[in-house]
């Protein structure tokens, strides 16, 4: 009680003496020289920043004659105060409230500052769940040796990145062991070697003595990928991964399918065309052919949830049962910072052919705006979110015989459950019967339904790109069935 009526005094007189000098003097705050004078209130001290360290690791700033240390860890905020030579002071009777502000959120937090018996004030607060994120601390101070009237001053750092998070991220960026093929962290916690200085990181003990004896192979952190030509022995392994991960397309309509081998890892794809995305990204290609856990058979895909059916607004899903481990691992909005279920989520977006989990359908619109930057987020806190996948399963449906105009056909009771899927013109965005539709179009052998006629030519330049738009929502084109 007595600090906040310590607090709410000092508080008050600053008011007081700030409209006592707005009476006096009016001036525009848009076309003076902020640099030439101060804008402190009568009675506040003055904090000057000092370009040094202070004794526990943090800022130097002074007030007066006292020097404060403010020091900003993932155990939460600290404030040391020292007379002009660097003497310790005694704070057993100071106060103070930290107002925090992580970057890129216009919400504050607020903690008392109390003496901890150690010297300091401090606020015992976890912080590691924004490590490496920058913060805004604007902080109140009363009670200190020889100050009447309180401190007032605005600390900005970041909060300190531990080595298990650092790691963590490392993994995070590396995904795979270099020596396997398997995803990082699906045999135990993965294992650090030093490579020339660099540290990798590999799925087991048993991929360590691979590395150290060829390190020049492993040091990019990326397994060898080797091709071959399937063969009879990959007979049941190509029937049961049955597409090419990357065309998408049956195995085999093109010939032998190629084998490639990333670590120790096979995959099958359709044709040699296909081999130069798997050596750019071998960590996405054997996610979609094993799952992320890559373990197992082609085809046995994990890690992997619906795509959002049930929306509450556009764009935005409720979740269902299939969601909740992902919902448990995730755990926190990464737009907001806040718990999912904080303001009546958690929720469901699409973001490039993941999903992600928010605490509220307004934070919709930033991850739409920037999906990559969000996957990031999570990435760099450990969580890899999940591959959507289809709520119907990619089936056939017959090729157009009716046409409207060349390449654009009339619908048919067929195409009703792909277009009920589908439910927007990738090229408009629009719903497809906004424009007269649905109208369908064949693209590199799917069907993709349109809003207008107009949209088939866009689609005729580029079907892979449309084709790509519709995956990213999480809906797999049927293929065109020629009867």
């Known amino acids: ?106 919400k504050r937090y607020r903690y008392d500052l109390l003496p901890d018996g150690k010297g300091g004030l401090t606020a015992p607060v976890n912080l590691s769940s924004i490590a490496g994120r920058q913060v805004e601390v604007a902080i109140q101070l009363v009670g200190l040796p020889g100050v009447s009237n309180g401190i007032k001053m605005t600390e900005v750092a970041t909060v300190p990145v531990s080595e298990a998070q650092l790691a963590a991220a490392a993994i995070a960026r590396q995904k795979i062991c270099p020596v396997s093929g398997k995803q990082l962290g699906s045999m135990g916690d993965p294992v650090a070697v030093n490579v020339s200085g660099k540290r990798i990181f590999v799925c087991c003990a048993g991929c360590v003595d691979a590395v150290k004896s060829n390190p020049a192979k492993y040091a990019a952190g990326r397994p060898e990928i080797a091709v071959a030509t399937a063969t009879a022995a990959d007979a049941d392994a190509i029937a049961r991964q049955k597409v090419c991960p990357v065309m998408d397309e049956p195995l085999g309509g093109m010939g032998t399918p190629i084998k490639v081998i990333v670590g120790d890892k096979p995959i099958y794809l359709c044709c040699k065309g296909c081999i130069k995305k798997i050596k750019a990204e071998p960590a996405k290609y054997l996610a979609m052919v094993y799952g992320d856990g890559v373990s197992g058979s082609p085809g046995e895909k994990q890690n992997a949830v619906p795509a959002g059916t049930d929306a509450v607004r556009e764009g935005v899903f409720n979740v269902t049962a299939a969601d909740k481990p992902f919902i448990a691992a995730q755990k926190k909005c990464p737009v907001m910072d806040e718990p999912l279920d904080a303001m009546g989520g958690p929720y469901k977006v699409h973001a490039a052919g993941k999903a992600i989990y928010i605490c509220c359908p307004g934070c919709a619109k930033k991850i739409a705006a920037e999906p990559q ?68 179009v064949h693209a590199a052998g799917k069907a993709i339904y349109i809003c207008c006629p107009g949209c088939a030519k866009k689609i005729a330049a580029e079907p892979l790109k449309y084709l790509a738009v519709l995956q990213s929502q999480g809906i797999n084109a049927p293929k065109v069935r020629r009867n």
């Open 373 to 440: 930057r969000y996957l990031s987020v999570l990435k760099s806190q450990g969580v890899e979110a999940p591959t959507l996948v289809s709520t119907s399963s990619s089936s056939t449906v017959p090729a157009g015989t009716e046409a409207v105009r060349e390449g654009v056909f009339k619908v048919t009771a067929a195409d009703k459950p792909f277009i009920a899927a589908q439910k927007k013109c990738p090229v408009m965005d629009e719903p497809l019967d906004a424009m007269g539709g649905p109208y369908k």
């Open 1 to 106: 009680m007595k600090f906040k009526l310590a607090l709410a005094t000092a508080l008050l007189s600053a008011t007081a003496s700030t409209a006592n000098a707005q009476n006096q003097t009016q001036h525009n705050h848009s076309h003076h020289n902020h640099a030439g004078h101060s804008h402190t209130m009568p009675g506040q001290t003055v904090t000057t920043e000092r370009s040094t360290t202070g004794p526990h690791g943090g800022s130097i700033k002074q007030a007066g004659n006292l020097q404060l240390e403010t020091v900003v860890a993932q155990s939460g905020i600290q404030m040391f105060v020292y007379d002009s030579k660097g003497k310790p002071l005694s704070v057993g009777q100071g106060r103070g409230a930290a107002s925090l502000r992580v970057e890129g959120n216009a």
